[in-house]
């Protein structure tokens, strides 16, 4: 008899594992409903809105912008009350016009032709804020979940569990830390809600740092919304990035106008250049200055022979502008501890090694 209500209990435990994990999905399934939901919105237009709250440093910044997309074509705008940005894609180039608001009203121009992969994601790509691409760890680079879990180490399916009040399935992975900014390893859990196509519902990156705080980084959906195409897309993401127990900063996003059109015309991706506009072409490796519409109406200069102005538009967009939402241990610091412990390990041996001549030579 106790052997009968063990095996009762033993073939209950295994029935309600496998409803669990969904009624039997694999791991792939999964992956592979939410891969087919992210590209149901490779055509997409919306605009964005991003409130930043840097607790640590009592500093709140508040920027947003239009996005559109139709295929592999992508325009993303950015406006502070500072500056804007305008970044087009398409064909593996990237087109930048950046205007930056100076002393006595006045402002700047710099323009750059760049390889995509050169530069660094638009906060305002909604791609990456609303969890349709996922940070990989130790990194700026934003990946669809698949080529995330291919770079895991180890990567599971959990049994599912409810984040506000919807069904998600759970997914489980680890990385490998980079020495430099943390210790021991990278976790990263996300849960998927089943009722949006397993789009992402919430994530959380939690690492020992280097000099042993825990850094933890959450992010959720707050609400998905159903796009006239009837593809599901998230209106709202909450941010939180906390170090030791205390929050350090927060980041609301909000998606207004959510549309999935079936043709967009050529238009929707023009850039309008201020005329002179000082542009560094990165394919070619010289500066010249572009009409309105980015046709070259100077002769080209060597990047490293360019004038005074044509110079700082090189360095303004050679280098754009990291994400704020990614909070990594400072690595200066870093630099001066190891530079230092070099320097001291060196003068060490070459003064033991002196010694040990001085003994051998004898008095």
Not at 156 to 176: Q, W
Not at 201 to 212: E, S, V
């Amino acid at each position: 008899m106790p052997f009968t209500r063990w095996m009762f209990a033993l073939t209950a435990a295994g029935l309600a594992a496998v409803s669990t994990h969904a009624r039997g999905e694999s791991r792939d399934e999964v992956v592979a409903r939410h891969t087919s939901s992210v590209e149901s919105l490779q055509s997409l237009t919306c605009k964005i809105r991003i409130e930043d709250n840097h607790l640590d440093a009592n500093k709140k910044v508040a920027f947003g912008g239009e996005y559109t997309r139709f295929g592999d074509r992508v325009k993303c705008t950015t406006r502070t009350d500072e500056s804007t940005d305008v970044y087009v894609a398409e064909n593996g180039l990237a087109r930048v016009f950046k205007t930056r608001n100076v002393d006595g009203g006045t402002k700047a121009y710099a323009g750059a032709v760049t390889p995509v992969t050169r530069y660094r994601i638009s906060p305002c790509e909604p791609f990456s804020c609303g969890l349709l691409h996922l940070s990989l760890p130790n990194t700026i680079e934003y990946l669809p979940l698949a080529a995330l879990v291919a770079k895991a180490k180890s990567c599971t399916l959990a049994p599912d569990e409810s984040v506000g009040g919807l069904p998600c399935a759970k997914i489980s992975l680890v990385f490998e830390c980079d020495p430099t900014l943390c210790t021991d390893r990278w976790t990263v859990d996300l849960w998927l809600s089943r009722k949006h196509g397993m789009l992402v519902k919430k994530c959380r990156y939690d690492a020992k740092l280097l000099l042993g705080q825990r850094q933890l980084r959450e992010s959720e959906v707050t609400e998905f919304v159903a796009a006239p195409s009837g593809a599901w897309f998230p209106k709202g993401v909450r941010y939180t990035t906390s170090i030791d127990g205390a929050l350090s900063m927060t980041r609301e996003v909000a998606f207004e106008g959510v549309a999935t059109p079936s043709s967009l015309p050529n238009e929707a991706f023009a850039i309008k250049f201020h005329k002179s506009t000082p542009l560094t072409d990165h394919l070619r490796h010289t500066v010249y200055t572009v009409d309105e519409s980015g046709k070259r109406i100077s002769p080209e200069k060597p990047l490293g022979v360019a004038g005074h102005a044509s110079e700082s538009a090189a360095k303004a967009t050679s280098e754009p502008e990291a994400r704020t939402d990614t909070v990594e241990e400072p690595r200066r610091f870093l630099h001066v501890i190891v530079i230092g412990v070099s320097i001291t390990t060196l003068a060490g041996t070459l003064l033991y090694n002196r010694r040990r001549r001085r003994k051998a030579d004898g008095p």
